[in-house]
């Protein structure tokens, strides 16, 4: 068999752990011959490819980013979707002229979307979940999330010591769109006070009364862990908007950090090097039973697969009563209400 790897989307710590899981088990295991897929899917179609050997897969487990390069694919997508100048054509040619027999998809959500229409048009995917959010429907857990909770963490960590000092109240935005997970599982972690996720939304005023009740229990300073994706005013950014009500709603001094790609970027953790290097794994083992058009997955303990077309267009979001927060809010941590 031929199979050639791509990895598409947002980068995230351990991708390279699971181009390398994926490569390795074909070559060694499986006597397979691999291919890397530069910048994502349309690799392929600009036959933007390397011949992957074991040699060159050594060094990388611990590797921040991918060594592929990637994009983010929602135009290309679209422009499959429609064929636009016979684009799904030119792909589905050249994916035959490479003569691949299965083209490993490493991405997000927006990956498994696109692997989903290739499979529909008629290509062998396999799809490998990645991201830091921890929101790709199917699968309990993604890579990349654990790092990013360890980064986001030992930010917070680091505000509590000058926040207190200064009595203030600091603000921190960390990354999650749709999803609160880094929020929640950081916030959590890191000790915040007031944890903002989009799932939940606030209410400013509680979030004050409660700023301000902490100060009168004589805990002058706060930490606000706030989801980038939590809806505020259109021109305003999130951390900056949440500093200043606060400030003009308790009249305690607020500062703001955003900590943004900061939680992407560098060495993933042992644990997600792990998750990784099973993921990779399993989805070879995938591609030699032909259980094409599949996403690796972890249900529970193990690692299991789901159809693409399951996952496609869902998103796993945080819900109202997941025991983080039902235990949070026992312990008098403020959720936005
Ligand atoms: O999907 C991962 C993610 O890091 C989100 O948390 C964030 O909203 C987005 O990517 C940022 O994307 P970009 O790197 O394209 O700005």
Redesign the pocket.
Same mark, same amino acid.
């Given at each position: 068999m031929k199979i050639g790897i791509l990895t598409s989307? +947002?980068d995230?710590p351990g991708i390279n752990a699971t181009i390398r899981g994926v490569g390795k088990t074909a070559m060694m295991n499986f006597g397979m011959e691999v291919i890397g897929i530069h910048s994502g899917f349309k690799g392929i179609l600009n036959e933007d490819i390397e011949p992957f050997t074991e040699r060159s897969l050594s060094g990388i487990l611990n590797l921040g980013g991918t060594i592929l390069g990637t994009s983010?694919e929602k135009p290309f997508r679209k422009l499959l979707q429609s064929n636009t100048d016979g684009v799904a054509d030119q792909l589905l040619e050249k994916y035959h002229e490479l003569r691949l027999d299965c083209v490993v998809c490493i991405g +997000?959500n927006g990956t498994m979307k696109t692997a989903n229409v290739i499979s529909d048009l008629g290509m062998n995917v396999i799809g490998v979940p990645k991201?830091?959010?921890n929101d790709i429907w199917g699968t309990d857990m993604t890579f990349g999330f654990n790092t990013a909770v360890n980064i986001a963490t030992d930010a917070i960590d680091r505000l509590h010591s000058t926040a207190s000092s200064h009595k203030r109240v600091m603000v921190i935005e960390v990354?999650?769109?749709h999803a609160g997970w880094?929020a929640l599982h950081a916030g959590m972690a890191g000790g915040g006070d007031v944890i903002l996720l989009p799932e939940i939304g606030y209410d400013m005023d509680k979030i004050n009364e409660f700023i301000l009740g902490r100060a009168e229990k004589g805990k002058p300073y706060s930490i606000v862990v706030v989801a980038?994706?939590v809806k505020i005013p259109e021109d305003k950014k999130t951390a900056e908007f949440f500093a200043k009500e606060i400030n003009k709603g308790t009249g305690i001094e607020t500062r703001e950090t955003v900590l943004g790609?900061i939680?992407?970027g560098g060495n993933p953790s042992p644990f997600d090097r792990n998750l990784a290097t099973q993921l990779g794994g399993h989805a070879t083992e995938l591609a030699t039973k032909k259980m094409f058009g599949r996403m690796v997955c972890v249900n529970g303990n193990k690692i299991d697969s789901i159809p693409l077309s399951e996952v496609a267009n869902k998103l796993k979001l945080v819900e109202p009563d997941n025991d983080l927060i039902v235990q949070g809010k026992r312990m008098g941590i403020n959720f936005g209400w």
């Open positions: 989307g +947002g995230c983010r +997000g991201t830091i959010d990354m999650g769109h880094i980038e994706g790609h939680q992407r």
